[in-house]
Structures are given as C-alpha cells and as structure tokens.
C-alpha cells in the first residue's frame, strides 16, 4: 500500500532563507509526483508536476526533484518570502493522488 | 482560461439529511476526480470519472457517490448524513489522470450537525 511522508511537519524560518521540503512514498510505482501549496480554507494550487522519467522540475523560486528509486522528492524554496506561508503537499499520482499529510511554512518577515 | 469551479461554497446540514455538491471542470478537461479533506484524515481520494464512467473508487461507504454528465461536470452526493462526514470536499479536473496536472477547485465545506 502507498504511503506518502512528508518532513517536517511544520517550519518556521525568517524572510529570505532557502528551504528544502520532503517528500517520502513507499512504492516506487507512480506515474508522477506533483507537489501543492494550500492556503487555510482553501482548495489546492498546482506548483509542479514531475514525471516518472524526470529528475527534476523549476518554475521561478521553486524546484523539485525526484529519485524514484529511493522513494523521495525535494521542493527547494529560494529566498523565501512572507507570501510563501502555507501549507506545502505533495502527492504521487498511481491510479489517484495520494498525498502526503503536508509541511505548514510559516516564513516571518 | 475559467479554472474548476464548485458549488456552493458552503453548506450546513443535519445529521441523517442528504447533500449534492457540484463541480465543473476546466473546459476541455474529461477527467473530475473527488476528494474529501478533513484535518484527522489528511486528503482522501473518493472518486474519479472519465468520460461519464466512473473509473476509480476510494474507500469511502455506498453513501458517497457521484455522476459525470456529458459536458464533463460532475456531482457528488452523500445521501443520510453523519456527523464525521463533516469536511472540505474538492474535485480536480485533467485532461487525463496519469500524466497531466490535476487542478483544483476551492472547494465545498461541509458541516453536518
């Protein structure tokens, strides 16, 4: 049965640090990993998608990476700011998303 | 490009009454795949559909189920509401599962009283 890890569970850091989040799973068997950003009370927004085949993914301040075969993914955040506070998910895609139980950031200015 | 709507945004029930939660996806898309999200329980994968046939199942009892028309919206209904069934329901639209982005849309809350 897949299980999605995610470490830590909960981060504090100050404006403009580096940060790296983690993302376990337990079967290397997926079509893709996407990683998510939740705001509280609201729904899901998309911040990159890797493919099986890929090792890594970048869109501005943010890049993610994957290692299939030891189950893990990274997002780096560069030069984190105040509006990256929320909750960070990332879920692996078989036959439906199953998502990891999230890293809450909380960057202070 | 319209992103996944759901409607309505909000809703309070009672216990043993029914609820129809709505979504449409972003056009084009074929695939609307439902989720319930509650803070004990982290996401949880209810269903998918795909071309009006619903492709996968969670593991979610006969009380939750859904329908996709053929313009791709979808609805989802929980027929003799409980207390526990409270939660943030979100569906996501693709163009197909396996390989492409799921969107989101900002979900329904629900609560059962």
């Known amino acids: 049965k897949q299980e999605v890890t995610q470490i830590p569970a909960a981060l504090s850091v100050p404006e403009g640090e580096n940060l790296v989040l983690n993302c376990s799973f337990t079967d290397s068997a997926i079509y893709n990993l996407q990683w998510f950003r939740q705001d509280p009370g609201k729904g899901l927004t998309s911040l990159l998608l890797?493919?099986?085949?890929?090792r890594e993914q970048t869109s501005g301040r943010l890049n993610a990476s994957l290692d299939k075969s030891s189950g893990r993914s990274t997002l780096y955040i560069a030069a984190s700011q105040p509006g990256d506070s929320a909750t960070y998910l990332c879920?692996?895609?078989?036959?439906?998303?199953?998502f990891g139980t999230g890293t809450r950031l909380q960057v202070f200015p | 490009k319209a992103g996944v709507t759901q409607t309505p945004r909000y809703l309070i029930k009672t216990r043993g009454q029914q609820v129809t939660l709505s979504c449409s996806p972003i056009?084009?898309?074929?695939?609307v795949s439902w989720y319930q999200q509650t803070p004990g329980q982290g996401l949880q994968f209810l269903f998918e559909y795909f071309s009006e046939t619903q492709r996968n199942k969670g593991n979610f009892p006969g009380r939750f189920s859904g329908r996709q028309f053929s313009n791709s919206r979808s609805e989802m209904n929980v027929s003799t509401l409980e207390l526990g069934d409270s939660a943030l329901y979100l569906c996501?639209?693709?163009?197909?599962?396996?390989?492409?982005?799921?969107?989101f849309g900002p979900g329904t809350r629900l609560l059962v009283l």
């Open positions: 056009s084009g898309h074929r695939s």
């Open positions: 890797i493919q099986s085949s890929q």
């Open positions: 879920a692996v895609c078989t036959d439906k998303l199953i």
């Open positions: 996501a639209s693709s163009l197909d599962r396996n390989q492409e982005t799921q969107y």
